[in-house]
Every structure is written in C-alpha cells, then in structure tokens.
C-alpha cells in the first residue's frame, strides 16, 4: 500500500495533510526516513513519525458511551451529534453510528467504518440483540413479559419477540433484535407505560465498557473485534 493511504489509515489525516507530513520528514519505514508518498509499505513495516510508532487500522471500530443531548448522527446543522464527541482524525474517517439511539438515550454506541458490519448490526435477520435498561413510571409486570415475548402490536408492525425482565422499584431490562424508531418507548408505551430514561448495555456479545464515562469512547480490542465479528458471521 502507498505510504500516503497508509498515513491516513494510521488517523494521520486526508491525503492532503500526510502527504505535508511526509514532505516534512520525519516519516521512517523501517527505520529509512521516507519523503515520497507513494512510497510503498509492505506488511509488517515498522512506520514512525518523529520516532513514535503508527498503530496502522485498515479499519475502525469503536465504543461509545453515548451521552444524553447528543444526535445519533453523522452532522446536524443545530443539534450537537455523536461525532463530535470524536477526535478530528477520527471525525474523516467515515464512520457510521450502528443504528440509532435517541438524543435522550443514553449508553452503548458503535460506530465502524466498516459497512458490512453496520448492516449485519442492524438487520432484524441477523438477529443480534441489543440490551437496554429503562426507568419506567410505573412498574412492569408479568403480563407485560408475556405481551413482550408474544410480540406487539405497534400500529405500522408488530414488534418480533422480546424478552422483559422485571427489575427492583420501576426497572426494567429488555432484549431486542431490532431497532425501529422509538422501539423500547413504543412497546412499553403500547403496555400503558412511559419509559422515563433508557440506557443501552449491550449489543450483541459486547457489554458498554464499564470505564467508559458519558461521553468517553475507545478502540475495540482487537479481541472485542474477533467477537463481534464473529456473532455478526463476518471476517476480520
Ligand atoms: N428504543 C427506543 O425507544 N429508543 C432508543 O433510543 C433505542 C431503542
């Protein structure tokens, strides 16, 4: 791959930008200062800048703990979104939200670069389910667990079968493997209850990492990568 595709995938910048880096010198590869841009680096090269090792990433994937007041979108004209949560280098990287969380909704976010991966996310038929904790004004009951797993009614469809477990006071935990507009507030609200907050745990096999504040994001591990990948029948 040329040095300058390279650069960018490092999170370096556009193509414009690495290619001033590189003109700039300090640029190595494999220790040899490097001043062309299309320069080729082989698998396995060592690239430095100013002597501080690249983390080359053919592609991204990240979580976020998605804060309350925050579009889940890539630019909004008035609205702050998710992405402005992200560092520049990242914020051109092309990243998508995997499916949408309300501006209020608050907990697990990923977002990739890879589209094979978002799809596989958010497609009802590959049935990767999706955790929320919700405060509800009054408490669930069991007759609200059955109507949930039966499916519900919700006017434009019916919802696919859902599991509600009943948690102390006026909690609730609901697994989903779907996400239409509004769909945990919509199923509750067709049981006659209003969700007063709603956080997303899990999607799939990964949990919302515990050291992650509202706001805060990070790198999936390349172990956390392989799983989900995984549960998604994707390739790394
Ligand atoms: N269901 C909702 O109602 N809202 C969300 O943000 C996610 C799922």
Redesign the pocket.
């Known amino acids: 791959m040329r040095l300058d595709k390279y650069l960018t995938l490092c999170g370096l910048g556009s193509r414009r930008e690495v290619r001033k880096i590189i003109a700039s010198g300090g640029i190595e590869v494999d220790s040899i200062p490097v001043l062309k841009p299309e320069t080729e680096v082989h698998n396995g090269a060592r690239v430095t800048w100013d002597g501080e090792n690249l983390v080359y990433r053919p592609y991204v994937v990240i979580a976020m703990n998605k804060p309350a007041g925050y579009l889940t979108a890539t630019r909004d004209a008035h609205a702050k979104t998710v992405l402005d949560l992200l560092p520049p280098e990242l914020q051109r990287r092309d990243l998508s939200p995997a499916g ?3 501006k209020d ?1 608050t907990g697990l976010l990923i977002l990739t670069d890879r589209g094979d991966l978002v799809h596989r996310l958010i497609s009802p038929r590959h049935e990767i389910s999706k955790v ?1 904790s919700a405060e509800l004004d009054r408490p669930a009951d069991g007759s609200d667990a059955e109507a949930f797993a039966k499916g519900l009614d919700l006017g434009d469809f019916t919802s696919l079968p859902a599991v509600l477990e009943i948690l102390p006071g006026s909690e609730a935990r609901v697994t989903v493997h779907e ?1 239409k507009y ?5 199923m509750f609200e067709a049981r006659g209850k209003t ?1 007063l907050s ?1 956080h ?1 745990e899990a999607v799939g096999p990964i949990h919302l990492p515990p050291e992650l504040s509202p706001g805060e994001w990070r790198y999936f591990t390349e172990e956390e990568c392989r799983i989900l990948l995984d549960a998604c029948g994707l390739k790394i």
């Open positions: 949408r969380l309300d909704t929320y996400g509004h769909q945990v507030k919509r969700v709603l997303r």
